[in-house]
């Protein structure tokens, strides 16, 4: 089928400004965007920049909005889009660096400040074996260990936008999946951390970050435990 792509491009310092460039092109209906993309690079322009690595929805890295929405470019097949005009741009609310490369410290620091990994200073069981853990326990926080850190969520949120010190959800995320881990010491600390007008308290429940994310996980849900667990002081 052909189609009509158009991707952003923007390359600092070369003195143009950020721009679209169209390609006309053939492809095959269950082409990813991906898939589309690399052939840009090998057919027409090798200088298009992006980012990639497993190709399989599992690395987090070409997360981009496609007809508008947030997106992993290889979890995206053409034919699904339901038009033959793609458009392709970077995920909004991070400096772009370069065309669909953006800047992803400052995501990467909020996700650094929720404390994301495990914290337990007691001694380990006496026979020197795991931290035991039932299936219900598992269960409370299995749908936010799913996180790959693609900032989909994060980058559709209106709140992010107009202020990028939010936390942004996927921080939240993976604060919950540490915060209802039963064998973890830290939830207080995490809570008292995200008790801020930065924190929790700035998400305005738009669902956007529910709706974006490649694996299915109810940010909003973990997001409303999150806050639930501050105004009550427990976990449930
Ligand atoms: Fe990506 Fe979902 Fe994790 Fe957000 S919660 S960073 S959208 S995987
Ligand atoms: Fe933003 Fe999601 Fe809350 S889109 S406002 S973090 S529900
Ligand atoms: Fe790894 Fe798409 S390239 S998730």
């Known amino acids: 089928m052909e189609i009509k792509l158009k991707v952003f491009r923007y390359l600092p ?45 599992v690395c987090g890295s070409d997360a981009m909005r496609i007809n508008g929405r947030n997106a992993l470019a290889c979890k995206v097949l053409v034919k699904d889009l339901g038009t033959n005009e793609i458009t392709v741009e970077p995920i909004l609310g991070l400096k772009v660096l370069r065309d669909l490369i953006v800047d992803m410290d400052p995501f990467f620091e909020h996700f650094k400040s929720v404390m994301p990994y495990f914290i337990n200073n007691e001694p380990l069981p006496s026979d020197g074996k795991e931290r035991l853990q039932s299936p219900e326990q598992r269960e409370r926080f299995d749908d936010t260990t799913k996180c790959i850190l693609c900032a989909a969520c994060t980058t559709s949120c209106p709140s992010f936008w107009a202020n990028e010190e939010y936390v942004g959800p996927a921080a939240i995320v993976n604060a919950h999946r540490f915060v209802y881990d039963s064998r973890d010491r830290a939830a207080a600390e995490r809570l008292q951390i995200l008790n801020d007008q930065m924190g929790v308290w700035r998400c305005r429940t738009v669902f956007n970050c529910t709706e974006a994310c490649p694996r299915d996980i109810q940010v909003t849900q973990a997001i409303a435990d999150v806050k639930k667990a501050i105004n009550s002081g427990k976990l449930e």
Do not use: F, W
């Not at 053939?26 to 190709?55: G, H, W």
């Open 13 to 57: 310092n070369n003195g143009n400004k950020p721009h679209y460039d169209t390609y006309i092109m053939q492809v095959n209906p269950t082409d990813r965007v991906l898939d589309v993309l690399e052939q840009v690079r090998a057919d027409s322009d090798p200088s298009l920049a992006y980012r990639r690595s497993c190709a399989h929805g």
